[in-house]
């Protein structure tokens, strides 16, 4: 079978139809909004990019503040560190009030 001849098991719907083609593929580019041609496509591209830069600096910002945040937070004490201080705390402010109710009654005892 040479390039010429069509194949015997292939049916062309729109031979000779081809009024019928165009008709329909200009009512499915209707529906897209477009207004049935892509005359404006390039403006709309066009617009889609910028935003698309935009959005790409954004999310550069986000990703910069999201690694200060953690670079801050992992420099914060941990629950235990902090049950560690206030213990700590706790224990000198006894052992103050121990040592001034003890110079207390040493010094107040006739």
Do not use: C
């Amino acid at each position: 079978m040479s390039e010429e001849e069509p194949a015997h098991n292939v049916i062309n719907l729109f031979e000779g139809r081809t009024d019928v083609l165009t008709e329909t593929l200009q009512q499915v580019l209707k529906k897209g909004g477009g207004g049935g041609n892509s005359g404006d496509m390039e403006a709309r591209v066009k617009r889609l990019e910028d935003d698309m830069k935009e959005i790409k600096g954004d999310l550069k910002t986000l990703l910069k503040d999201t690694s200060e945040i953690k670079g801050k937070v992992s420099g914060l004490p941990s629950t235990w560190q902090i049950v560690g201080i206030v213990g700590a705390m706790l224990s000198i402010a006894i052992a103050s009030g121990g040592i001034v109710f003890a110079a207390m009654r040493y010094f107040t005892t006739p």
